[in-house]
């Protein structure tokens, strides 16, 4: 072989490696891209599973928070009023039996009347006293506005 036939061996092998390098560059980039794009979904995925879990747990704590103050078994039912009557005592005690009575007499077909909507819990803790004095914030955070259209409430007031 002459250095002629050698150079152009030389150059043809260079050139070669040349290309081989270009496409496996391309390639390179291709697996990155694709490796970038696959991180990218598994982070926006375990995101959305962080976030859906963190949804979950807030509505499990919502739910723990009412089912301590409110009864379960209540439920409104469309094209009637649904009213919550709650009788307290003069020792600050559920008076079931008087409402009862307010219950029933004010029962109809367009009215549905619970008077056992609420636990004692939550007049022990002071959600009755907060509401009786006007606020309205526990109506809120209980969520009641969206499943009774009233709140009727009676004090037997404390003999001094």
Same mark, same amino acid.
């Given at each position: 072989? +002459?250095?002629?036939? %050698?150079?152009?061996?030389? @150059? ?5 490696a040349?290309?081989?390098l270009?496409?496996?560059?391309? =390639?390179? =980039? ?6 970038? @794009?696959? =991180?990218?979904? /598994?982070?926006?995925? /375990?995101?959305? #599973?962080?976030? /859906? &879990?963190?949804?979950? +747990?807030?509505a499990?704590?919502h739910? *723990?928070?009412? #089912?301590q ?5 209540? &439920?409104?039912?469309?094209g @009637? *009023?649904?009213l ?7 020792n600050?005690?559920? +008076? %079931?039996?008087v409402?009862?009575?307010?219950a ?7 009215v ?5 909507f609420?636990?004692?819990k939550?007049i %022990? +803790?002071n ?8 606020? @309205?914030d526990i109506?809120? *955070?209980?969520?009641l506005?969206? &499943?009774l ?6 004090? =037997?007031?404390?003999?001094?």
């Amino acid at each position: 072989m +002459d250095k002629s036939e %050698s150079n152009h061996a030389t @150059t043809f092998i260079v050139f070669f490696a040349v290309i081989a390098l270009a496409i496996n560059s391309v =390639r390179f =980039r291709e697996i990155y891209s694709e490796r970038e @794009t696959q =991180r990218s979904s /598994q982070l926006a995925e /375990q995101n959305q #599973a962080q976030a /859906q &879990s963190a949804i979950q +747990d807030a509505a499990a704590k919502h739910a *723990q928070y009412v #089912a301590q103050y409110v009864n379960p078994g209540f &439920s409104k039912r469309p094209g @009637t *009023q649904s009213l919550a009557l709650l009788v307290v005592n003069q020792n600050g005690k559920l +008076d %079931s039996q008087v409402a009862y009575v307010i219950a029933a007499h004010f029962k109809s077909e367009n009215v549905a009347v619970s008077s056992s909507f609420f636990t004692a819990k939550f007049i %022990s +803790d002071n959600l009755f006293n907060k509401i009786f004095d006007g606020s @309205t914030d526990i109506l809120n *955070q209980l969520g009641l506005t969206n &499943s009774l259209d009233g709140f009727c409430w009676r004090a =037997r007031p404390c003999n001094s």
